[in-house]
């Protein structure tokens, strides 16, 4: 899958989040919400500017981190009774295709990168 592609997977989750954190109190909107459609909305951004950018790998590490860390807000959204297991069950995964997929944009580098430094 190309990274364009992971965007718009991952453009699609961070709406699918919106439309959940919505209809929370002010109270967890702030506290869960706005820390979990930041760590998801960052993941965008940083796969935006992979594409353009020869800084690609540093974008890429960086979406994956944020992907987990939208992984854990959204653990603690279901543990806090937020999230119902369907959408919940949905989103992770969604968020876990979307990172094994970054894993694998990331896995020919890595390697590269292994074999240049035993040359």
Not at 19 to 24: A, K, N, S
Not at 45 to 70: C, F, G, P, V
């Amino acid at each position: 899958m190309s990274v364009k592609k992971l965007y718009q997977q991952s453009e699609s989750v961070s709406d699918h989040i919106f439309r959940i954190i919505q209809f929370w109190t002010p109270f967890t909107k702030q506290i869960i919400g706005a820390p979990l459609q930041l760590s998801i909305d960052k993941a965008c951004i940083y796969l935006i500017n992979s594409l353009d950018s020869h800084q690609k790998t540093s974008y890429l590490e960086k979406a994956y981190q944020n992907i987990t860390q939208t992984l854990v807000w959204l653990d603690k959204s279901r543990r806090r009774k937020l999230v119902n297991r369907r959408d919940y069950q949905h989103l992770y995964n969604d968020l876990n295709a979307i990172q094994d997929l970054i894993s694998q944009h990331l896995a020919p580098k890595k390697s590269n990168s292994k074999n240049k430094s035993k040359s």
